[in-house]
């Protein structure tokens, strides 16, 4: 069993950043595919960035590339997503995600779920 515990979000004004962690139990997080999801009111959870479990990868929704930025460190079992240049349209709630391969997480069915942290930036 893995359980991942996000923290990092809040409110923030549009231009401004946050960075939000992802902390893993377990010793199998360094074997995991990590990555980051959202989801805003009456709309599809969308993907937003994934990280292979040796960093070599990245992938992000098209929209926050240059902006946002993902990261593990493997020691700590704890992922980010440091995000700059925050616009109103990316508030929404945000998830963390691990899965043992590319495919079920890119699709938004990982093997696991973090509880998710509400990110709200205001214009």
């Known amino acids: 069993q893995v359980q991942l515990v996000e923290s990092g979000g809040g409110l923030v004004q549009a231009g401004g950043s946050l960075r939000l962690s992802c902390t893993a139990s377990?010793?199998?997080?360094?074997?995991?595919?990590m990555g980051w999801f959202r989801q805003a009111p009456g709309k599809e959870r969308e993907f937003v960035s994934s990280i292979s479990w040796s960093s070599s990868s990245t992938s992000y929704l098209d929209s926050v590339k240059g902006r946002f930025t993902i990261s593990r460190d493997n020691a700590k079992n704890t992922v980010y997503l440091q995000m700059n240049s925050l616009k109103p349209e990316d508030t929404a709630v945000y998830y963390c995600?691990?899965?043992?391969?590319?495919?079920?997480?890119?699709?938004?069915?990982?093997?696991?779920w973090g509880q998710g942290t509400q990110v709200t930036v205001s214009s």
């Open positions: 377990g010793r199998t997080f360094s074997s995991l595919v």
């Open positions: 995600a691990g899965d043992f391969g590319t495919v079920r997480l890119r699709r938004g069915v990982p093997a696991y």
